[in-house]
């Protein structure tokens, strides 16, 4: 009960104690200053690279809205995912906006806003090929693979028995090159963001199948920024809200999913 009461005491702060939920507020005015926003740029439909090599996506389309609302300047930087706290903290990147879930290592390092997005980590196989896989302990004995530095990777490496289970356990740069080893038949399940995961599989139809099976606990995305930064995180906390309540932010996700994602 007591690990019950904490967990649910950690959500409720979470969801609350965002950089526009109390505590400083941002200033009038805007600011004139370039906004640098670091992300994987293989990471659609959050954020990546179209046929054209220019940076779109989910998270583009919202960071883009925001910072016009703001006056300012915004670049897209691609980052090393693995290292993003430390471009973060150098002050080579301003915000990290790329469906960054939000936990509590994270938020030691980092200044979350509010969630916008609830998230679920789910498994992907070749299309046909199920396994007979029902739960997350069904991975037993399967070569699984998920993005190096992801949430999927650090709950299967923490989850008491888990990774230990599996034949082996490969871990990739980013989830293009994860499917692509699926599809070939290198690993035999894929744990992947549910978004990203649908996506994918909108775009190459008939590959692969979606389980509807939960690996670990559900998370949220945030909008992340130095841990100092106060004043950044309440201005574009203030005009996120905005969008939200005006319906902007509901048909950008419209565009990308065909339905509205965000929460309120």
Do not use: H
Request: glycine share 10%; charged share 30%; aromatic share 10%.
């Amino acid at each position: 009960m007591k690990k019950i009461f904490l967990a649910a005491l950690l959500l409720v702060t979470m969801v609350f104690t965002g950089c526009g939920g109390g505590g400083d507020q941002p200033k009038d005015g805007n600011s004139a200053k370039k906004i640098v926003i670091g992300l994987d740029d293989e990471y659609a439909p959050m954020g990546f690279k179209n046929e054209k090599n220019e940076i779109v996506g989910f998270d583009v389309d919202l960071a883009k809205e925001a910072a016009k609302r703001l006056g300012t300047e915004v670049e897209f930087k691609a980052i090393d995912w693995n290292s993003k706290e430390a471009e973060l903290k150098s002050g080579r990147i301003d915000i990290i906006w790329n469906g960054l879930d939000i936990t509590p290592e994270r938020q030691e390092n980092m200044l979350f806003s509010k969630p916008y997005m609830d998230n679920r980590q789910i498994i992907f196989v070749k299309a046909g090929n199920d396994q007979g896989i029902k739960s997350e302990a069904d991975l037993a004995g399967k070569t699984v693979g998920t993005q190096a530095g992801s949430t999927a990777e650090a709950y299967i490496v923490k989850a008491e028995g888990l990774k230990d289970s599996f034949k082996e356990f490969k871990t990739y740069g980013d989830y293009v090159s994860a499917f692509m080893d699926l599809e070939n038949g290198r690993i035999d399940a894929l744990v992947c963001d549910e978004i990203v995961g649908r996506y994918a599989l909108s775009k190459q139809e008939g590959k692969f199948d979606a389980l509807d099976v939960t690996v670990g606990p559900v998370s949220q995305f945030g909008i992340a920024f130095r841990k100092d930064d106060t004043e950044l995180c309440g201005k574009v906390q203030k005009v996120f809200d905005e969008m939200v309540k005006d319906g902007t932010a509901a048909k950008i996700s419209e565009q990308w999913f065909k339905a509205d994602l965000l929460k309120k």
